[in-house]
Structures are given as C-alpha cells and as structure tokens.
C-alpha cells in the first residue's frame, strides 16, 4: 500500500486563490518531500521539509509537516495558471533511502 | 542539456518482445531508480541502486530487470513485454538524503 496519500485528489480553483493540499503518510519518517509534475513531463522536486521541522517556506509555497499526525501540507498562495500540476509527497519507506510516492493531487488553476 | 536522460521517450512494441529503457545522468549522483506511472496509482518503485554494484527490487520488480553498467548509467529491461507493462517509465537520481531529479519519462505501449 502507498506510504504517503494526498488529499483531494483533483482541486479546481481560479487564479489568485490559495491552494492546500494534503499527505497523509504511515510510518516514521525523517523528511517528506512535494514534488509537481506537469502533463507529460518528469517530476520537479519542490521543498523537503526534516523531521524536526514544523514549516518550511519557498516562494509562494509553503509546507507544514506534523508528525505527531503524520501529515502535511502544501499551500500554494496566490495561485496562476502556470501551477497547473499534479503534486506528490514523497516520503522513505520504513527507514530506508528509498521513497515512496502517493497518488497525487491533480490542480488546475482556471484563468 | 538534461541532467537526467531517457531513451527512448516512447515506444510502441509487441507482446513478447525484449524491450530496453535507458537512463543516463550528468549529475554525478550515487542513488538511481526506475519507477512505473500507471493513472492513478502514482508512482511505483521497480528497481533501485545505490552504487554501480548494488542492485536491489522495489515494489513490483517481477517482469523487469535492470543493469547498472556505470555510475551514470541504468538500464531497465523487459524481457518478454506484456500489456500490462504498458506505461509511464521513470528515471532518478540522488545524493544520499537529499530530493530525487527525474528524467521526462519513457511512454511504453505493449500492443
């Protein structure tokens, strides 16, 4: 089963609003990552966030990681159409280097 | 140039055939893997290695093998295609700890 889950899965919203979305993930971790993908394009990486971090900013991104609940965040502020993406988290499985990704969060930005 | 890069970035075949996806890299990373990208699934781990001489499967390694020839090179095979192998191929790489950087990606069709 996937490590990390994002929520909502599809989010629709205008340019200029804000844009949050969700992973919930199921072991303990020492960093998650967000990562965007563009239609048909690889995956970017955006921010990593440690463990002993509770926030994390990057432009006009910012994440939250709480680990207590085992999530996190991702805001996107004043949204364009240019961040019409899917977005993953990413998180090590089970203390290893190697990472797994959930099922993403498909965003489209209306102009 | 890309940091990352995949051949061939798509490919049409018949069941049956022996199919290889290359991934060479200029970032002079350790750390490769190769994941699938099915619609709605995310993405799937199928092989990774950590140095030219360790090669170890991820979550669905049955149907593929890989070669890791030298440190920037990382070779997927599929030895005998069947549809279901039909998909999105990633390539990545890291340095220890730190975010994965992805190829564009491979679009395989097994017909």
């Known amino acids: 089963s996937q490590q990390g889950e994002e929520d909502p899965q599809a989010l629709s919203i205008q340019e200029g609003e804000n844009a949050t979305m969700n992973c919930s993930y199921k072991t303990s971790i020492n960093n998650l990552q967000w990562y965007r993908q563009n239609s048909g394009r690889g995956l970017v990486h955006l921010i990593l966030i440690r463990s002993n971090e509770r926030e994390k900013h990057s432009g006009r991104l910012r994440v939250t990681l709480d680990t207590s609940k085992k999530s996190s965040s991702l805001l996107i502020t004043a949204s364009r159409a240019a961040d019409t993406a899917s977005y993953f988290c990413?998180?090590?499985?089970?203390?290893?280097?190697?990472?797994?990704f959930g099922t993403g969060t498909r965003l489209k930005v209306l102009a | 140039d890309a940091d990352v890069t995949q051949t061939p970035r798509n490919r049409i075949t018949k069941t049956g055939k022996r199919i290889m996806l290359e991934c060479s890299q200029t970032?002079?990373?350790?750390?490769m893997y190769w994941y699938r990208q099915d619609p709605g699934l995310g993405l799937r781990l199928i092989y990774y290695?950590?140095?030219?001489?360790?090669?170890n499967k991820g979550e669905i390694s049955d149907g593929y093998s890989v070669s890791r020839q030298a440190q920037a090179k990382f070779s997927l095979s599929l030895e005998s295609a069947i549809p279901n192998q039909t998909a999105l191929y990633f390539c990545?790489?890291?340095?220890?700890?730190?975010?994965?950087?992805f190829g564009d990606g491979t679009r395989l069709s097994i017909l």
């Open positions: 290695s950590f140095d030219v001489k360790d090669i």
């Open positions: 990413a998180t090590p499985y089970s203390g290893t280097y190697k990472y797994i």
């Open positions: 970032k002079g990373h350790d750390r």
């Open positions: 990545a790489t890291s340095a220890r700890d730190q975010p994965q950087h």
